[in-house]
């Protein structure tokens, strides 16, 4: 998920959560296998026409290389089908002899899997089957070799890592809430982690756990705004509906998810209601 949209999940969820009486807020959220491919192509197929050289001899002579990967679930597990070009050659007089020339296409069955810590989810190998263009599995020993050498490691490496987005999120939700609420949000976010994994036909089911803030004491109500300040809430207000109801969209376009959307816009317009009558 992109991080504006965490951002603006949290945020709302940070305004569902100070109503709750519950200790822990879980939120179930569908991640498209779109998404998956998004991550596969910003981390590793990064060369020309979407390649990854996984392995070159530094002559040109010989290579492994991944290209256009497509991704689907299969039977709770998640597909990944690659085209694959393989040479093997010697480097002689300053030449290339080819030696072995392959063109096919890589598929590799991976566990959606969670660290200890729950916070980092990622996709081990389960099995990697090479076929030809006529679809024929290949047994050939020097590419079996090669994908179990340098595929299988750099597409089991691929993740989808929480950690690396909690300041982001937290330096994004700082222009928005009040500063009484920055510690607040800091141990919200330490307590944010994955859970409940499940790898479908369309989409991997996941849930993002939390801790609920702590219920804060009553306070002795204040003074009402002036007209001023009252403009001035509105402005804040606005701005912040305008942030949100954007990246409600983006997140649910991004997990291509109608009921996350529905469940954000719902807590939006609660809050709409909660302020305006505050």
């Known amino acids: ?120 989810l990622s996709f081990p190998i389960i099995s990697a089957t090479a076929y030809d263009a006529a679809g024929r599995h290949l047994t050939i020993d020097k590419l079996q070799d090669l994908i179990k050498r340098f595929a299988e490691p750099k597409l089991g490496a691929v993740k989808i890592d929480l950690n690396e987005s909690r300041n982001h999120i937290e330096d994004t939700l700082a222009h928005f809430l009040p500063k009484d609420n920055a510690a607040e949000v800091k141990d919200i976010l330490k307590s944010v982690k994955f859970s409940s994994i499940a790898a479908n036909a369309d989409n991997i089911g996941i849930s993002l756990d939390f801790n609920a803030p702590a219920k804060r004491a009553a306070l002795t109500p204040a003074p009402a705004f002036s007209e001023a300040e009252q403009a001035q809430w509105q402005a804040a207000w606005q701005q912040w509906d305008v942030f949100l109801s954007s990246a409600i969209e983006q997140a649910a376009a991004d997990t291509q998810s109608p009921a996350l959307r529905d469940t954000l816009m719902q807590i939006l317009a609660d809050s709409r209601s909660a302020f305006a009558a505050g």
């Open 1 to 120: 998920m992109r991080r504006n949209s965490l951002a603006a999940l949290f945020g709302l969820l940070l305004l569902a959560a100070q109503n709750s009486s519950a200790t822990q807020i879980s939120v179930p959220l569908q991640i498209d296998y779109s998404l998956i491919k998004k991550v596969l192509l910003s981390q590793l197929y990064t060369g020309k026409d979407q390649t990854a050289e996984l392995w070159n001899d530094r002559h040109g002579c010989s290579y492994l290389r991944l290209s256009k990967p497509d991704v689907s679930g299969n039977n709770g597990q998640v597909k990944l089908l690659n085209q694959v070009q393989a040479q093997f050659g010697s480097h002689l007089g300053g030449q290339c002899l080819t030696l072995l020339e392959w063109a096919g296409t890589l598929e590799t069955l991976q566990k959606p899997t969670l660290d200890a810590e729950h916070s980092v």
